[in-house]
């Protein structure tokens, strides 16, 4: 006997391993395309992770503890989502972009260490690996330095990838400072799955006329292994994919090394052979190489090349996703200047340490001060990254008067922080890692999107929802608020 329970339309697309649904028709109708064997493996995955998560925080010590969502704005990071107020008309509180001082307050109150698998909001552009409602795992620590964070994270990571995905590492990871990843790599959270790192030609790219390099800061490129066979087509699209408006560079400048070593250029009206020999043994070219130059202002030059570099991973099939090379960025700047707004910004947040031996800088020289921050790296991916805090509240006001604050503006913004800190605030430090950056490596995507049930769509929208949404009038005179045509 069959008995129906409930009939179903046809579907408007194949709901098998393999859709023909498109992606904004499958968010429309996402509780049927979470009915796809590849998102419920994707929703098994987070659901293991989360429970190996607290298995091992708990196991070290570590209390879950759950912070509110309704706080207060603070100027400082992306855009706040804001939610007004109704019993305290014309006032907003604010979703949080991270727990960042609550858990600093909850180091003050006297719980040693905490940590929490937690919603976090930003109201900024979108791309795949970001969302504007994003999982964050948030922890914290008290009376620890950087290294016993290094040393706990490491573990935690190392369990992960044990007990997720089977895959052991039995050495220490790479440690590197911010300075060595952007002169090799162009970024700070480059992709160690594959070499051709950049080299810095600059003392022998100068002097020879050509123009291009003579007024550069910097010249710099690397060497694409085996590529000496592409065409002039293949060459040309590299070129193409430089100018593009994402990576931005004018032109790119190619050296070919061939089978026999000899050397072939596009700037040999400028150099000789035994110029290019030079930057090919500065570049350690081997035979069957393809040389890749940029240049222009320095760190701009190394951006532009870094995306190169990625591309010709991609194109040589270097970017394995079942490939994993983890790594610790250290010895971040603790400033970045804007010279459109002439000012210093944190390069972490404000509530970042100084490394003890930067702090005689701090108001002669502060572009100099390092900061006591890490970053997790994994496959060209940033997927958390924490500091040891600021515990002593004459520093921190001298961190907030250097970012532009007065002390009127930081009492204002951050005066239930500083006032605790009078209480005694125990040295500390955390982290946080981004819960579904780090689902979507080890589930071998591109996108967080597919590991998240209701995702929202690149416009910031949830289409099956249909919201963000127009509200009644009369909610909108319960809170006071008037609407006015956007420009």
Request: net charge negative; hydrophobic share 40%.
């Amino acid at each position: 006997e069959v008995k129906i329970l409930n009939e179903s339309q046809t579907p408007p697309f194949t709901i098998e391993e393999n859709s023909d649904g498109g992606d904004d028709l499958r968010m429309k109708y996402r509780y049927l395309d979470l009915r796809r064997p590849p998102l419920q493996r994707n929703m098994e995955l987070r659901h293991r992770m989360a429970i190996a998560i607290r298995t091992f925080l708990d196991k070290e010590g570590f209390l879950e503890i759950e912070t509110p969502y309704l706080v207060g704005s603070t100027p400082e990071g992306a855009r706040d989502f804001v939610v007004p107020s109704r019993m305290n008309p014309n006032q907003f509180y604010a979703l949080p972009q991270s727990p960042q001082t609550l858990k600093q307050l909850l180091m003050v109150a006297g719980y040693d260490r905490y940590f929490q698998i937690v919603r976090c909001f930003r109201d900024e552009d979108l791309r795949a690996d970001r969302q504007p409602e994003f999982t964050q795992i948030d922890c914290e620590m008290s009376f620890v330095e950087q290294e016993d964070v290094l040393e706990i994270f490491e573990r935690w990571a190392k369990y992960m990838f044990k007990d997720v995905m089977n895959v052991e590492f039995s050495e220490p990871f790479q440690r590197m400072p911010w300075i060595e990843a952007m002169e090799k790599y162009g970024s700070d959270k480059p992709d160690l799955r594959f070499g051709m790192e950049f080299h810095d030609i600059t003392d022998l790219a100068h002097g020879h006329s050509f123009p291009v390099f003579d007024d550069a800061e910097y010249v710099v490129g690397f060497a694409a292994t085996g590529c000496a066979g592409y065409t002039r087509k293949q060459i040309d699209a590299l070129t193409d994919y430089v100018k593009r408006p994402q990576v931005g560079a004018k032109g790119l400048v190619w050296i070919r090394m061939d089978e026999q070593g000899n050397l072939k250029s596009s700037i040999d009206k400028f150099f000789s052979a035994e110029d290019l020999k030079a930057i090919a043994e500065r570049m350690e070219a081997k035979p069957g190489d393809l040389m890749l130059v940029l240049c222009g202002k320095k760190f701009k030059a190394l951006t532009q090349l870094c995306a190169l570099r990625l591309h010709v991973g991609e194109l040589l099939g270097l970017r394995d996703p079942k490939k994993f090379a983890p790594l610790w960025i250290v010895d971040f700047p603790m400033f970045e200047w804007d010279d459109e707004t002439e000012r210093y910004y944190a390069m972490h947040h404000p509530f970042t340490s100084p490394k003890p031996e930067d702090v005689q800088y701090l108001e002669s020289d502060p572009g100099r001060v390092r900061a006591n921050a890490y970053d997790f790296v994994c496959n060209g991916t940033e997927i958390g990254g924490g500091s040891i805090r600021i515990h002593d509240a004459q520093l921190q006001a001298l961190i907030f008067k250097i970012l532009g604050f007065t002390p009127e503006k930081a009492q204002e913004q951050f005066g239930f922080l500083m006032n605790a800190f009078k209480f005694g605030a125990p040295p500390h430090g955390g982290l946080a890692f981004g819960f579904d950056r780090l689902c979507s490596l080890f589930g071998g995507s591109e996108s967080i999107r597919d590991f998240i049930a209701f995702p929202k769509n690149n416009a910031g929208r949830d289409v099956m929802l249909d919201a963000p949404s127009t509200i009644d009038q009369a909610q909108l005179d319960e809170l006071y608020i008037s609407l006015v045509k956007p420009e």
